[in-house]
T-cell receptor, first 113, second 113 residues
Framework: DAGVIQSPRHEVTEMGQEVTLRCKPI?????LFWYRQTMMRGLELLIY????????DSGMPEDRFSAKMPNASFSTLKIQPSEPRDSAVYFC???????????FGPGTRLTVL | LAKTTQPISMDSYEGQEVNITCSHN???????ITWYQQFPSQGPRFIIQ???TKVTNEVASLFIPADRKSSTLSLPRVSLSDTAVYYC??????????????FGSGTQLTVLP
């Protein structure tokens, strides 16, 4: 298995633009997580899906952020409009069952100018 | 939420045993303790998970006292490649509430030759 796949790996955009981050979880995994990592705030959980259904999105910073999981093999995290403070590394992770072992993707480094 | 506290950094020498302690005074009854390792420019990687007493796998041991208010990750005979940030995570994914997931601030372990 290729592991969790994220795209793009790097994204540079200007303030106000829409940004879409993509994630393909490991085949067979039934939970998917989106995290954001910054130096100031560390690793923060944004949203968690179980069987494609959002379970808890209370970590999403504000209405500019939205996430979808239309099927078991694909998820998107969208920021519209983007702001410089959204600059961070965004990780997607997946897991199977109800263990605490999550498999993280390589991350997307987002820079908003 | 069970907040966690870890040392910011630790230094060790090759071949030594390293113990990293995490405090989680407000851990809930159903919470598990999980440790992750993160190298620069990579997503975190699962190391070990436990609920109480001692857990051992091929790379580490996890010691959890009876009151569960702290835990210690033990890395035997570290090598230079163990230089990384180590995160303590407390939470219970089985309840379906992702807001119980809390990553610690992480401990930067530096292994010296």
């Amino acid at each position: 298995d290729a592991g969790v796949i994220q795209s793009p790996r790097h994204e540079v955009t200007e303030m106000g633009q829409e940004v879409t981050l993509r994630c393909k979880p490991i085949s067979g995994h039934n939970s998917l997580f989106w995290y954001r990592q910054t130096m100031m705030r560390g690793l923060e959980l944004l949203i968690y899906f179980n069987n494609n259904v959002p379970i808890d999105d209370s970590g999403m910073p504000e209405d500019r952020f939205s996430a979808k999981m239309p099927n078991a093999s694909f998820s998107t995290l969208k920021i519209q409009p983007s702001e410089p403070r959204d600059s961070a590394v965004y990780f997607c992770a997946s897991r199977i069952g109800s263990t605490n072992e999550q498999f993280f993707g390589p991350g997307t480094r987002l820079t908003v100018l | 939420l069970a907040k966690t506290t870890q040392p910011i950094s630790m230094d060790s020498y090759e071949g030594q045993e390293v113990n990293i302690t995490c405090s989680h005074n407000n851990i809930a009854t159903n919470d598990y303790i999980t440790w992750y390792q993160q190298f620069p420019s990579q997503g975190p990687r699962f190391i070990i998970q436990g609920y109480k007493t001692k857990v051992t796998n091929e790379v580490a041991s996890l010691f959890i006292p009876a009151d569960r208010k702290s835990s210690t990750l033990s890395l035997p005979r570290v090598s230079l490649s163990d230089t990384a940030v180590y995160y303590c995570l407390v939470g219970d994914l089985t309840t379906g509430s992702a807001r119980q997931l809390t990553f610690g601030s992480g401990t930067q372990l530096t292994v010296l030759p």
